[in-house]
């Protein structure tokens, strides 16, 4: 049975930091791109950023490049998601993926090309 679980959200202040943790199980992360995607409620699930099964290929969407970083630790099969300069429109219920594909540097895979989804971890940006 393959799972994906989430954890380090939380509530944070403006400016602040947090780091996501997705551990997988069942399935072995060296084979698996890693997406991360976030969802307030009444809005359409948004790509934050992924990762290759090898850890070499990254990407971010424009609204995070430069304050989070996607990282991989195969030997914990674990990928990670760090977030600094935290803002409240960051807030969202944060999702880690993995699928058996890859992509290159110029794509931005959509959630639809993702076979495992984990039950997400609440992010709270407020002062």
């Known amino acids: 049975q393959v799972q994906l679980v989430e954890s380090g959200g939380g509530l944070v202040q403006p400016g602040g930091s947090l780091r996501l943790s997705c551990a997988a199980s069942?399935?072995?992360?060296?084979?698996?791109?890693v997406g991360w995607f976030r969802q307030v409620p009444g809005k359409e699930r948004e790509g934050v950023s992924c990762?290759?099964?090898?850890?070499?290929?990254?990407n971010y969407a424009d609204s995070v490049k430069g304050r989070f970083t996607i990282s991989k630790d195969n030997a914990r099969n674990t990928v990670y998601l760090q977030l600094n300069s935290l803002r409240p429109e960051d807030t969202a219920v944060y999702y880690c993926?993995?699928?058996?594909?890859?992509?290159?540097?110029?794509?931005?895979?959509?959630?639809?090309?993702?076979?495992?989804w984990g039950q997400g971890t609440q992010v709270t940006v407020s002062s």
């Open positions: 993926a993995a699928g058996p594909f890859t992509f290159s540097a110029d794509d931005f895979p959509g959630g639809e090309e993702y076979n495992y």
């Open positions: 069942g399935i072995t992360l060296d084979y698996y791109t």
């Open positions: 990762i290759s099964s090898s850890g070499v290929t990254t």
